[in-house]
T-cell receptor
Framework: GAVVSQHPSRVICKSGTSVKIECRSL??????MFWYRQFPKQSLMLMAT?????????EQGVEKDKFLINHASLTLSTLTVTSAHPEDSSFYIC???????????????FGSGTQLSVL | GQQLNQSPQSMFIQEGEDVSMNCTSS?????WLWYKQDPGEGPVLLIA?????ELTSNGRLTAQFGITRKDSFLNISASIPSDVGIYFC????????????FGTGTRLTVIP
């Protein structure tokens, strides 16, 4: 399957600092990428949809000024957690849609996730 | 957003046993996907289903898209220790939809 690379895998930062997480599609172009958040022992919750060349679409309750998303190229989306606080500590996962050419089908592949710990 | 009901929440089985888990929704879905997640990792796609009644296998894994389009199941035959992890179902209302709704997960433990 397609490969989605996410970096870093783990980050520890002080409260008030900003953290950038990168998501890359390695062997396909992704006009759309998705950012999820997962709390311990819970399911994945969609935070926002990242669209190449345009503004991201945020889910209800997600602060766009808090979680800045940039999708500058067809293979890279970044999520920046600004002025991080302990309650932002979580597992953040990106994904990208890989359409199957000529078919009305597609698959969604995930990065390996980033564990953010804010002290 | 909508959440899919996945059961069971957790399973403890002996190595070699078969496993079955399912996912139900109150809404009709167009696509069902099954993922496995290991601790500290992102979900890995196991099987994708695109039409009602579709039965698809991937090695020891078999998944079916329910006829009503409101459910799906995943079977694992002859379980092995590396099957340990959390299994999530996920679905979309339509191809290309932004929202991939996730089930609550089934935590599988395989006892050697």
């Amino acid at each position: 399957g397609a490969v989605v690379s996410q970096h870093p895998s783990r980050v520890i930062c002080k409260s008030g600092t900003s953290v950038k997480i990168e998501c890359r599609s390695l062997d396909f172009q992704a006009t759309t990428m998705f950012w999820y958040r997962q709390f311990p022992k819970q399911s994945l919750m969609l935070m926002a949809t990242s669209n190449e060349g345009s503004k991201a679409t945020y889910e209800q309750g997600v602060e766009k000024d808090k979680f800045l998303i940039n999708h500058a190229s067809l293979t890279l989306s970044t999520l920046t957690v600004t002025s991080a606080h302990p309650e932002d500590s979580s597992f953040y996962i990106c994904s990208a849609r890989d359409p199957i050419p000529g078919q009305d089908k597609e698959k969604l592949f995930f990065g390996s996730g980033t564990q953010l710990s804010v002290l | 957003g909508q959440q899919l009901n996945q059961s069971p929440q957790s399973m403890f089985i002996q190595e070699g046993e078969d496993v079955s888990m399912n996912c139900t929704s109150s809404s009709i879905f167009n696509t069902w996907l099954w993922y496995k997640q290991d601790p500290g990792e992102g979900p890995v796609l196991l099987i994708a289903l695109y039409k009602a009644g579709e039965l698809t296998s991937n090695g020891r894994l078999t998944a079916q898209f329910g006829i009503t389009r409101k459910d799906s199941f995943l079977n694992i035959s002859a379980s092995i220790p590396s099957d340990v992890g959390i299994y999530f179902c996920a679905g979309t209302f339509q191809t290309g939809a932004n929202n991939l709704f996730f089930g609550t997960g089934t935590r599988l433990t395989v006892i050697p």
